[in-house]
């Protein structure tokens, strides 16, 4: 016998307080935490309960009963829908806020770091040597240069949609996962991350799919023509854009594909790739160059970089650079230093320094990636760099060092999930005068801290702001060498992070607009 479904209840006219983690806002009824995204503080809402726990609840808002004084307005029609802009009604100025304080929330709090000490004044700024305002961006739209969408037969329904009980003749959909459907995607008719070329490319495409009868893929099912499309721009206006197909159909494959050339002769690359795995990604597969060229160039201080179809290049190019001048301020070179920068992915960063130290090593787990460094080293006449690929745990050990020697510097960009305890062992083992921790997830970042603190103290923490809109935050700390070291416990235990979306007792993040 099916269990019935527990109704969960409308909370009504409840004011939303403050703005949370994961994107999210924060409500507070009674003694319960309530979640709810695409709300602002000050807004007055009644709330649907999605998921309730013992302390808390998640929800979303069913009716406004008023806007937050100071609310923005959101600019994309996809809004409250599409999980990729989630922040669009907060204003710019909050969310900067509220990011800087996550970074030293995540520092103090989880790596329990001695900062030097601040004063918040009422504008929300930290104003003491050591721990930088946040960089914020000056493009607040448009200024992704990579977007991938997905083709689905399963157009996901607005609640709307569902609930007029109306019958939808056309369910194929070319744009975004919806967060937690991995078979559901919104249709995406103007997409604000990305300049206007995007959109056109993905429209026409879209439609010239739609009036052929192309198959859209079916996520479940693994059956469809039509797979993914990856779009990149650079910042020297050269464009790239690659049809994943899944299916190896000459016939529809070939109009396809010229009709796209037609429409966009501006294209620097067009190349279509063949994936008939269970997953997207195409690191393993095959490239197929229709027209054009099989990479573009981006540029950065007359540096010239390669990107092909399958590189990684931070996805703002204008902050990239930003990001990369903090590293290589807090870095310190003078022009005879050995550099080691660790996680390097295509060597731009150690490419961006290699003019001021005397060697640079990189190293990075992924074999095309350490390929692409090197020739990007050898477009740019630097010849004072060495790449190697491997596990950083494994590359990364004592005989390393023998080798090549301790460096003066580290750099470090590690994943989201941080750096492993064996990098963080030999890291201590190499002893530099300074390390340079580039990071996307501060809780990660403040672990790893915590284990270096007993021999490294924090000198410099900048914030930087890569994805507005978001609650993404990327985050550059400095250390260097105690002249004294702490004296360790006999045993040292890694700090404990979980990074969940559910949690037990949430803490209510005191930045408020309204």
Known sequence: MARNKKVLPI??????????????????????????????????????????????????????????EDRATPFCEHFGVCGGCKWQQIPYKAQIDFKQQQVFDALTRIGKIDLPEFTVPDGGDFVKEGFYPILGSKKTQFYRNKLEFTFSDKRWMTYEEVASGATFANMNALGFHIPGMFDKVLDINKCWLQNELSNSIRNCIKDFCLQNDYSYFDLRKQEGLMRNLIIRTSSTGEVMLIVIFFEDDTEKREPLLQHIHLNFPELTSLIYIINEKANDTIGDQEINVFKGRDHIFEEMEGLKFKIGPKSFYQTNSDQA??????????????GDELVYDLYTGTGTIALFLARFCKKIIGVEYVPEAIEDAKVNAELNGLDNTQFFAGDMKDVLNKNFLDTYGKPDVIITDPPRAGMHADVVNTILLAEPQRIVYVSCNPATQARDLALLDFDYEVKKVQPVDMFPHTQHVENVVLLEKRAVKKERPVEVVEPEIEIVEEMEEPEERQIRIG
Request: a positive charge; zero cysteines; proline letters at 3%.
């Open 11 to 68: 909370l009504e006219a409840v004011k939303i307080s403050s703005i949370a983690a994961e994107g999210k806002a924060i409500a507070r009824v009674d003694d319960m935490v309530v979640f709810v995204p695409f709300v602002a503080p000050g807004d007055v809402v009644d709330i649907q309960v999605t998921k309730k726990k013992h302390k808390y609840a998640e929800g979303r808002a069913l009716k406004f009963h008023s806007y937050a």
């Open 321 to 334: 650079y930003e990001l990369y001048k903090i590293t290589r301020s807090f870095a310190g070179l003078k």
